[in-house]
């Protein structure tokens, strides 16, 4: 156990563990805005959807049910304005997290390869790495995707390249433009780019673009896939579902590992996912409950003396008071408020506290009342 110990960084939520307490101990109760985890009901057609599949006593199978890739390629050529999506170009994951722990292990990278991913990112691309033993590094996204010259980025044995548009923690976009200039660096390279895209939904001040967008690349999804989760949107983070869209060259070889693996979305699951991809009301709905909040909140933080940077998309607003990130969980933590700490994604984030909108509207404006 020791050596497993040994590749993984400690788990940063155990460190907010005091502060909790202390929130806890409020005469009102905690707002714990600290965990992107939906707390609005699953809409009902999705739990229809569920409770009729319930019967489904035989294992299913990894690729998922027809009907399943039917509504993956319809909701990405739909939504994401992608083209020519079939079965071969869509695979069905356990959840997101799952894929992005365990992909640089089926990928079947090792010691010498390189994993790179955004400064502040979400910390399981780090783990992902170093479960396969491979090298990593970070880059600046922004600075990356403005020049396209990957100045900061040295190509060489890098073989996984992870864009996060919207940006966990940040909620920063990358513009049509700048993903362009990213894919075409990583294909002039060889260098495959998952594009983690989950809370593409959620732009607020930003209207997020897919990398499988023709105007992005170029009608080609060579090198290229993007990674979707319906935990946000439809509020499934229970029912662990979620997909990859891109190249068959790459999806085909990691269908056999998972099968191998016995990665399989549970056969109710995948009815829900159908249905929960097919309706569009449901999510609206959801967007403008988050979108009240974020607009409650944003004000009080920022009467409080906060500053909000970025936050353009996403279910977070990134904020600072210019002092270390602890001292602010501090002090919110003494209104009864939990927030996740900035350097929990990176040393960049050593001033920012993630303040999450996923906690039901009374216990928003109880934080807004607070602040």
């Given at each position: 156990?020791?050596?497993?110990?040994?590749?993984?960084?400690?788990?940063?939520?155990?460190?907010?563990?005091?502060?909790?307490?202390?929130?806890?101990?409020?005469?009102?109760?905690?707002?714990?805005?600290?965990?992107?985890?939906?707390?609005?009901?699953?809409?009902?057609?999705?739990?229809?959807?569920?409770?009729?599949?319930?019967?489904?006593?035989?294992?299913?199978?990894?690729?998922?049910?027809?009907?399943?890739?039917?509504?993956?390629?319809?909701w990405v050529e739909?939504?994401?304005?992608?083209?020519?999506?079939?079965?071969?170009?869509?695979?069905?994951?356990?959840?997101?997290?799952?894929?992005?722990?365990?992909?640089?292990?089926?990928?079947?990278?090792?010691?010498?390869?390189?994993?790179?991913?955004?400064?502040?990112?979400?910390?399981?691309?780090?783990?992902?790495?170093?479960?396969?033993?491979?090298?990593?590094?970070?880059?600046?996204?922004?600075?990356?995707?403005?020049?396209?010259?990957?100045?900061?980025?040295?190509?060489?044995?890098?073989?996984?390249?992870?864009?996060?548009s919207p940006s966990?923690?940040?909620?920063?976009?990358?513009?049509?433009?700048?993903?362009?200039?990213?894919?075409?660096?990583?294909?002039?390279?060889?260098?495959?780019?998952?594009?983690?895209?989950?809370?593409?939904?959620?732009?607020?001040?930003?209207?997020?673009?897919?990398?499988?967008?023709?105007?992005?690349?170029?009608?080609?999804?060579?090198?290229?896939?993007?990674?979707?989760?319906?935990?946000?949107?439809?509020?499934?983070?229970?029912?662990?579902?979620?997909?990859?869209?891109?190249?068959?060259?790459?999806?085909?070889?990691?269908?056999?590992?998972?099968?191998?693996?016995?990665?399989?979305?549970?056969?109710?699951?995948?009815?829900?996912?159908?249905?929960?991809?097919?309706?569009?009301?449901?999510?609206?709905?959801?967007?403008?409950?988050?979108?009240?909040?974020?607009?409650?909140?944003?004000?009080?933080?920022?009467?409080?003396?906060?500053?909000?940077?970025?936050?353009?998309?996403?279910?977070?607003?990134?904020?600072?008071?210019?002092?270390?990130?602890?001292?602010?969980?501090?002090?919110?933590?003494?209104?009864?408020?939990?927030?996740?700490?900035?350097?929990?994604?990176?040393?960049?984030g050593e001033k920012?506290?993630?303040?999450?909108?996923?906690?039901?509207?009374?216990?928003?404006?109880?934080?807004?009342?607070?602040?």
């Open positions: 156990m020791s050596a497993v110990s040994d590749r993984l960084p400690t788990f940063p939520w155990d460190k907010l563990e005091p502060y909790k307490k202390t929130a806890a101990s409020h005469p009102d109760g905690i707002v714990d805005l600290s965990v992107g985890t939906p707390v609005d009901p699953v809409p009902e057609l999705i739990q229809k959807a569920l409770i009729d599949a319930a019967d489904s006593p035989g294992y299913p199978t990894v690729w998922g049910t027809p009907a399943l890739r039917d509504a993956i390629t319809a739909r939504r994401l304005g992608a083209r020519g999506v079939t079965h071969k170009h869509v695979l069905p994951i356990v959840g997101s997290k799952e894929l992005v722990a365990w992909l640089p292990t089926q990928l079947g990278l090792g010691p010498g390869d390189r994993v790179a991913y955004p400064r502040l990112a979400y910390p399981t691309y780090e783990v992902g790495a170093r479960l396969a033993g491979a090298d990593y590094e970070v880059y600046d996204a922004e600075t990356f995707a403005a020049t396209a010259a990957g100045t900061d980025l040295d190509p060489t044995n890098l073989k996984l390249l992870w864009l996060n966990n923690p940040t909620g920063k976009v990358l513009g049509k433009e700048q993903l362009t200039r990213i894919v075409a660096w990583a294909r002039e390279h060889g260098i495959l780019l998952f594009s983690d895209e989950c809370y593409l939904e959620l732009g607020w001040e930003a209207d997020p673009v897919s990398v499988l967008h023709p105007d992005v690349n170029g009608g080609s999804y060579e090198g290229i896939v993007s990674v979707h989760s319906l935990s946000k949107r439809s509020n499934l983070a229970g029912y662990r579902a979620a997909f990859l869209a891109g190249d068959p060259a790459v999806l085909g070889p990691l269908l056999e590992i998972r099968k191998h693996g016995g990665m399989m979305t549970p056969k109710p699951t995948q009815a829900a996912v159908v249905a929960a991809l097919g309706d569009d009301a449901h999510v609206r709905e959801q967007r403008e409950r988050y979108a009240a909040r974020r607009t409650a909140l944003r004000a009080a933080l920022l009467g409080h003396g906060f500053r909000i940077e970025h936050s353009e998309a996403s279910l977070y607003l990134w904020a600072t008071r210019d002092e270390s990130c602890w001292d602010t969980v501090a002090h919110l933590a003494g209104l009864g408020i939990l927030v996740a700490p900035g350097d929990f994604y990176g040393t960049a920012f506290v993630r303040v999450a909108l996923t906690a039901t509207d009374e216990r928003v404006r109880a934080a807004v009342e607070r602040l």
